[in-house]
Protein backbone atom coordinates (compact mmCIF):
# COMPACT_ATOMS: atom_id res chain seq x y z
CA UNK A 1 0.00 0.00 0.00
CA UNK A 2 1.41 3.74 -0.61
CA UNK A 3 0.50 6.82 0.78
CA UNK A 4 0.64 10.01 -1.36
CA UNK A 5 0.73 13.74 -0.22
CA UNK A 6 -0.25 16.73 -2.15
CA UNK A 7 -0.94 20.27 -1.29
CA UNK A 8 2.33 21.61 -0.09
CA UNK A 9 3.63 24.82 -1.54
CA UNK A 10 4.83 28.19 -1.41
CA UNK A 11 2.79 30.93 1.31
CA UNK A 12 3.45 34.18 2.61
CA UNK A 13 3.21 33.52 6.92
CA UNK A 14 0.05 33.88 7.90
CA UNK A 15 -1.69 32.23 4.86
CA UNK A 16 -3.23 29.00 4.52
CA UNK A 17 -2.63 25.54 2.85
CA UNK A 18 -4.36 21.91 3.20
CA UNK A 19 -2.56 18.92 2.57
CA UNK A 20 -4.40 15.83 1.24
CA UNK A 21 -3.19 12.00 1.93
CA UNK A 22 -4.50 9.09 -0.24
CA UNK A 23 -3.75 5.27 -0.20
CA UNK A 24 -3.73 3.09 -2.68
CA UNK A 25 -3.66 -1.20 -2.29
CA UNK A 26 -5.03 -0.48 1.11
CA UNK A 27 -7.52 1.05 3.45
CA UNK A 28 -6.54 2.97 6.63
CA UNK A 29 -10.28 4.34 7.44
CA UNK A 30 -10.14 2.69 10.87
CA UNK A 31 -6.46 3.16 11.63
CA UNK A 32 -4.21 5.18 13.49
CA UNK A 33 -2.91 8.30 10.77
CA UNK A 34 -0.94 11.43 11.63
CA UNK A 35 1.44 13.88 10.13
CA UNK A 36 4.84 14.53 10.43
CA UNK A 37 7.04 16.80 9.36
CA UNK A 38 11.02 17.09 9.23
CA UNK A 39 13.07 20.50 8.47
CA UNK A 40 16.71 20.28 7.51
CA UNK A 41 18.97 19.55 9.86
CA UNK A 42 16.22 18.92 12.05
CA UNK A 43 14.40 15.33 13.60
CA UNK A 44 11.13 14.35 12.54
CA UNK A 45 8.50 15.66 14.39
CA UNK A 46 4.68 14.70 14.96
CA UNK A 47 2.49 17.21 13.73
CA UNK A 48 -1.38 15.87 13.96
CA UNK A 49 -2.71 12.42 14.83
CA UNK A 50 -6.18 10.99 14.13
CA UNK A 51 -7.40 7.44 15.25
CA UNK A 52 -9.92 5.27 14.35
CA UNK A 53 -12.64 6.97 16.12
CA UNK A 54 -11.82 10.71 14.69
CA UNK A 55 -10.12 11.59 18.10
CA UNK A 56 -7.15 14.01 17.67
CA UNK A 57 -4.26 14.85 19.05
CA UNK A 58 -1.74 17.94 18.03
CA UNK A 59 1.87 19.01 18.94
CA UNK A 60 1.47 22.13 20.98
CA UNK A 61 3.55 24.16 18.16
CA UNK A 62 0.40 23.78 15.89
CA UNK A 63 -2.36 23.70 17.88
CA UNK A 64 -5.43 25.99 17.21
CA UNK A 65 -3.89 26.38 13.75
CA UNK A 66 -3.78 23.32 12.41
CA UNK A 67 -6.26 20.72 12.23
CA UNK A 68 -6.52 16.95 10.67
CA UNK A 69 -9.12 15.06 9.43
CA UNK A 70 -10.14 12.18 7.39
CA UNK A 71 -13.42 12.03 4.53
CA UNK A 72 -13.71 8.15 5.25
CA UNK A 73 -15.82 7.23 1.82
CA UNK A 74 -12.95 8.65 0.16
CA UNK A 75 -9.89 7.50 2.72
CA UNK A 76 -8.31 10.32 2.47
CA UNK A 77 -6.98 12.30 4.98
CA UNK A 78 -5.97 15.79 5.73
CA UNK A 79 -4.20 18.53 7.42
CA UNK A 80 -5.52 21.75 7.30
CA UNK A 81 -2.98 24.71 8.22
CA UNK A 82 -3.60 28.27 9.13
CA UNK A 83 -1.93 30.95 10.16
CA UNK A 84 1.50 29.83 8.95
CA UNK A 85 4.66 30.85 10.18
CA UNK A 86 8.13 30.80 8.73
CA UNK A 87 9.43 27.68 11.83
CA UNK A 88 6.39 25.74 9.86
CA UNK A 89 8.21 25.10 6.77
CA UNK A 90 9.42 21.67 6.77
CA UNK A 91 8.95 18.68 4.51
CA UNK A 92 5.33 16.93 5.62
CA UNK A 93 5.12 13.46 5.70
CA UNK A 94 1.67 11.22 5.54
CA UNK A 95 1.94 8.00 7.90
CA UNK A 96 -0.37 5.50 8.96
CA UNK A 97 -0.02 2.36 11.88
CA UNK A 98 -1.63 -0.27 9.29
CA UNK A 99 -2.14 -2.57 12.77
CA UNK A 100 -3.44 0.01 14.81
CA UNK A 101 -6.97 1.81 15.09
CA UNK A 102 -5.49 4.16 18.22
CA UNK A 103 -2.77 5.98 18.73
CA UNK A 104 -2.07 6.81 21.89
CA UNK A 105 1.20 8.71 21.89
CA UNK A 106 2.54 7.87 18.87
CA UNK A 107 2.31 11.67 17.51
CA UNK A 108 5.76 11.36 19.83
CA UNK A 109 7.40 8.21 18.03
CA UNK A 110 7.97 8.29 13.97
CA UNK A 111 9.46 4.80 14.15
CA UNK A 112 5.71 3.53 15.56
CA UNK A 113 3.89 4.20 11.93
CA UNK A 114 4.79 1.23 9.56
CA UNK A 115 3.50 3.21 6.17
CA UNK A 116 4.69 6.39 4.40
CA UNK A 117 4.34 8.37 1.99
CA UNK A 118 7.44 10.36 0.06
CA UNK A 119 5.95 14.06 1.55
CA UNK A 120 5.31 17.54 0.28
CA UNK A 121 7.11 20.64 0.62
CA UNK A 122 5.83 23.29 2.60
CA UNK A 123 7.82 26.98 2.94
CA UNK A 124 6.47 29.73 4.48
CA UNK A 125 8.32 32.91 3.95
CA UNK A 126 8.16 36.19 6.24
Known amino acids: AQLMESGGGSVQAGGSLRLSCGSS????????MGWFRQAPGKEREGVAT???????RYADSVKGRFTISRDNPKTTLYLQMNSLKPEDTAMYYCAARPLFRYCHDSILDPSSFGAWGQGTQVTVSS
Open 25 to 32: GYTYITRC
Open 50 to 56: IDGDGNT
